[in-house]
């Protein structure tokens, strides 16, 4: 039974440019939910998706936006990076909007 | 918004001695609250959570007990072990708000802990 999987691990990127990471969510769950933890600090809530829609959204400008496809797979996109964007991006499964979340490894991504 | 303060930042104990962390949140409607251990360089992994309905849930050698009335919640390790040595997070989250389900989990600051043999 397959976890939550993300990729890629890790990303660098320079200031300015574009980034997509992926997340596949663990076998029968339909919900993905996006966070960002600094180092040292709790993961923060970017948004939650659930039947393809963005059902809750945390306190993120419009640079970050994502998708969920009909597999439930998840996309988080980041425009015009910032050197604070740097990161790991944590991915969270569950099985409807509001039960347990299972995360993923993470991406690790650093802005130069 | 939903705000949880993490208490104490970090904790070192030895082997075999009791382990407590102290989480408190601010809003009222908050109706659960897991708890998460991370490894270094690993992901966060859920250990216990609990619901508002309930006032303990204990698995093995972890508890968590809740106090609605004061708006905070405690995490419990007994007989603690080396490889218990993480950081560990406490959450509150919303689910459901009229008629609504929600998922959107607030996360405390963490507490490293440290077991020594």
């Known amino acids: 039974d397959a976890g939550v999987t993300q990729s890629p691990t890790h990303l660098i990127k320079t200031r300015g440019q574009q980034v997509t990471l992926r997340c596949s969510p663990k076998?029968?769950?339909?919900?993905v939910s996006w966070y960002q933890q600094a180092l040292g600090q709790g993961p923060q809530f970017i948004f939650q998706?659930?039947?393809?829609?963005?059902?809750q959204r945390g306190n993120f400008p419009d640079r970050f936006s994502g998708h969920q496809f009909p597999n439930y797979s998840s996309e988080l996109n980041v425009n015009a990076l910032l050197l604070g964007d740097s990161a790991l991006y944590l991915c969270?499964?569950?099985?409807?909007?509001?039960?347990?979340?299972?995360f993923g490894d993470g991406t690790r991504l650093s802005i130069l | 918004g939903e705000n949880v303060e993490q208490h104490p930042s970090t904790l070192s104990v030895q082997e075999g001695d009791s382990a407590v962390i102290k989480c408190t949140y601010s809003?009222?409607?908050?109706?659960?609250f897991p708890w998460y251990k991370q490894e270094l360089g690993k992901r966060p992994q859920l250990i216990i959570d609990?619901?508002?309905?309930?006032g303990e849930k204990k698995d093995q050698r972890i508890a968590v007990t809740l106090n609605k009335t004061a708006k905070h919640f405690s995490l419990h390790i007994t007989e603690t072990q080396p490889e218990d040595s993480a950081v560990y997070f406490c959450?509150?989250?919303?689910?459901?708000?009229?008629?609504?389900?929600?998922?959107?989990?607030?996360f405390g600051q963490g507490t490293i802990l440290t077991v020594h043999p």
């Open positions: 969270a499964s569950s099985l409807g909007s509001n039960q347990p979340q299972h």
């Open positions: 076998s029968g769950h339909d919900t």
């Open positions: 998706y659930y039947e393809e829609e963005e059902r």
């Open positions: 809003d009222s409607a908050s109706n659960y």
């Open positions: 609990i619901r508002s309905n309930v």
């Open positions: 959450a509150a989250s919303i689910t459901m708000m009229g008629g609504t389900s929600y998922g959107k989990l607030t």
